[in-house]
């Protein structure tokens, strides 16, 4: 998966929030980790607010 398309499909889930959504955004940063690294996962964690959202740590498990 792209970075793009991460970035697309995360904000789809910012979007509708919940927990559901987390889960989703879960699977989709655990993706990006396993082929663009942590550092990816975390940049995209800081620029969507998956922080404040979905109370992602950044560096944390996710």
Same mark, same amino acid.
């Given at each position: 998966?792209?970075?793009?398309? !991460? %970035?697309?499909?995360?904000? &789809?889930?910012?979007? @509708?929030?919940?927990?559901?959504? %987390?889960?989703? !955004?879960?699977?989709?940063? !655990?993706?990006?980790? %396993?082929?663009?690294?942590?550092? !990816?996962?975390?940049?995209?964690? &800081?620029?969507?607010?998956?922080? %404040?959202? @979905?109370? @992602?740590?950044?560096?944390?498990?996710?």
């Amino acid at each position: 998966m792209t970075l793009d398309k !991460a %970035r697309k499909l995360l904000k &789809v889930q910012v979007d @509708f929030g919940g927990s559901y959504n %987390r889960h989703s !955004a879960q699977l989709i940063l !655990a993706e990006v980790v %396993r082929e663009h690294g942590r550092k !990816a996962a975390d940049d995209l964690i &800081v620029d969507l607010e998956l922080n %404040r959202v @979905f109370d @992602f740590v950044v560096g944390g498990d996710l």
